[in-house]
């Protein structure tokens, strides 16, 4: 199985090393005090992971509009209080159970069983609360193309049985060692996603966008014609903090999958650092040659582009691969989010092309670029342009297809049952009132109120 589990925190990290790792030493020795480090790396890489609520938080809703401000915050706080417990009561046990049919997982449920111990490896808490993180993020990213028309009760059911079942499946098909992905074989090529590029950002991007069909699109996003109209996104600063503390995050994200402290850490951080320039800087290139103008917040969906394409090749790719890939993420991400505009799936923030379409691209980018073995691709060179062949490329594309056919029919069943039963959408009048006020009781911005005095 895959070992994947403010500066105060830094302190309190330092503390706990300082007065660990001599009674480790005398206990173990060199080994002893690794196994301290590296779950302590760990750690602290998850709280980079959980920040990244706050990113996707301020991101989501910069891009939409001050209406419904409150409503974005409290989807995104869900998702961490209902992920969390969901993924702690059956998501951690079907993702790293004892395997069933190469499926599932079948056992760990509340984590039972669960050794606290430190011997050799992460412990149980260390590894649980690396995975939960991530299972946070995969069900988030398809909160910005489900924005400002989704009851909020429909969204709760999703965001529950988005992290206790149908990412947990996904990720046992892969990290756990023993699922279907895991077992794809062409000659010598094994599935490679280092850190998530599929199996969290496109697992999140394909509900995003199964989420959009079901809903439809917004009150006034197109004309009689079907053609698209701008809804512009209300405080394009919250946007670009957003994408400041998601490219800090992702420095957990990426550099934290080594699930060790070692030489893989800060060269995982500097690919990533490199593509998510990369993106950045081609997306606003793309889109101010197309328009006229620099957009920013299509120049910061670049850049998140550009990290989650680096996010499968992470540990494979040398720095120039890592450029390429990020570079023509920041491109696709651009003509993807037109495409998706044109044909009528509202995403009003590019959640589906930043996270799906991307991390297509990404996964099929460590078939072109990979350089280096890293404990999923199975040899150097692997890549085609790397003379590798295309049998890498061919396994990644194999992969992206099973968790695109999964994510698809199981988020689609669940929103056909829902939009029958107990509805996915709030009503027009709700809708063009705003959801801050008709779900949540007050608007995000409320008025100043002042106190006479005398």
Not at 183 to 193: M, R, S
Request: charge should be negative; aromatic fraction near 12%; proline fraction near 2%.
């Amino acid at each position: 199985m895959k070992r994947k589990f403010g500066i105060g925190a830094l302190i309190a990290a330092g503390t706990v090393l300082i007065g660990t790792v001599p009674a480790a030493a005398q206990d173990g020795g060199a080994e002893a005090v690794q196994a301290v480090m590296d779950n302590l790396w760990v750690f602290i890489a998850g709280i980079l992971v959980f920040l990244m609520q706050a990113g996707f938080g301020m991101v989501e809703a910069g891009m939409t509009r001050a209406k419904n401000v409150g409503n974005i915050m409290a989807k995104n706080l869900a998702d961490m209080c209902i992920g969390a417990l969901a993924f702690f009561a059956f998501g951690f046990g079907i993702a790293y159970g004892t395997d069933a049919g190469s499926i599932f997982g079948t056992d760990g449920f509340f984590l039972s069983g669960m050794s606290t111990a430190i011997d050799g490896g992460l412990s149980g808490p260390t590894d649980f609360f690396f995975q939960v993180v991530f299972a946070a993020t995969a069900v988030t990213i398809a909160s910005g193309a489900m924005a400002e028309r989704t009851k909020f009760t429909a969204y709760l059911v999703f965001s529950f049985f988005m992290t206790a079942l149908i990412y947990p499946v996904v990720v046992h098909s892969f990290w756990s060692g023993e699922g279907i992905i895991a077992d794809l074989e062409i000659g010598d090529a094994k599935f490679g996603d280092f850190a998530g590029s599929t199996i969290v950002h496109s697992t999140g991007g394909w509900a995003a966008l199964m989420g959009a069909i079901f809903l439809g699109p917004r009150i006034g996003k197109y004309d009689e014609n079907g053609n698209p109209r701008a809804l512009p996104g209300h405080n394009i600063a919250f946007v670009v903090l957003g994408v400041f503390i998601l490219w800090f995050g992702w420095f957990g994200f990426n550099p934290g999958s080594e699930l060790a402290a070692d030489n893989v850490v800060m060269h995982a951080a500097l690919t990533t650092l490199l593509a998510a320039a990369a993106g950045g800087l081609v997306a606003g290139a793309v889109i101010w040659r197309k328009t006229g103008s620099l957009d920013v917040a299509m120049t910061g969906n670049g850049v998140l582009a550009g990290l989650v394409g680096i996010t499968a090749g992470t540990a494979t790719m040398n720095p120039m691969g890592a450029v390429v890939t990020g570079g023509i993420a920041g491109a696709i991400v651009v003509y993807s989010v037109l495409f998706f505009d044109r044909k009528g799936v509202d995403d009003p923030v590019g959640a589906i092309s930043v996270h799906g379409v991307c991390g297509v691209w990404g996964t099929l980018a460590v078939g072109l670029f990979s350089r280096y073995a890293d404990g999923f691709v199975a040899t150097d060179n692997a890549g085609l342009f790397y003379g590798g062949g295309g049998d890498q490329l061919l396994v990644q594309l194999i992969g992206v297809v099973l968790v695109f056919a999964w994510v698809t029919i199981t988020t689609g069943i669940l929103f056909a049952v829902m939009k029958k039963t107990m509805g996915l959408r709030v009503s027009r009048e709700e809708e063009i009132g705003g959801l801050d006020l008709h779900e949540h009781g007050v608007p995000g911005y409320g008025p100043d109120t002042s106190t006479s005095v005398g």
